[in-house]
């Protein structure tokens, strides 16, 4: 897929994002990127300079929390892990998106 064909993120999608890939465990920030991406078929690219910042700002909320372990190429990585409050902030994000996703569809394809 060509950069052309790439989406720009909404504000507020990032975080959305990455609380709904840490819902599938413990993971480094090249692997939830690269989960993002092949998950949107190469659509939604997370660059690092949006990544990071993004999961520091969730760690400092309190949604995330991060610690050291070496990798699977055995390099040293920062895993970040969803907390409790990180599970309720996803639920309240998850709706969000569904009421925007509903907005969005009933303004763009109207019934008549």
């Known amino acids: 897929m060509s950069t052309m064909d790439?989406?720009?993120?909404?504000?507020?999608?990032?975080?959305?994002?990455?609380?709904?890939?840490?819902r599938r465990g413990?993971?480094?920030?090249h692997a939830i990127a690269t989960h993002i991406r092949a998950a949107?078929?190469?659509?939604?690219?997370?660059e690092t300079g949006s990544l990071y910042p993004a999961l520091h700002r969730l760690e400092a909320q309190g949604w995330v929390e991060a610690d050291w372990a070496l990798s699977d190429k055995g390099k040293r990585a920062k895993y970040y892990r969803l907390t409790r409050a990180g599970r309720r902030q996803l639920a309240t994000e998850h709706s969000k998106w569904d009421r925007l996703s509903e907005a969005m569809h009933r303004v763009l394809r109207p019934a008549n």
């Open 6 to 22: 790439r989406v720009e993120l909404l504000q507020g999608t990032l975080d959305l994002l990455i609380l709904r890939t840490l």
């Open 26 to 29: 413990r993971a480094h920030g």
């Open 40 to 46: 949107s078929d190469d659509v939604l690219q997370v």
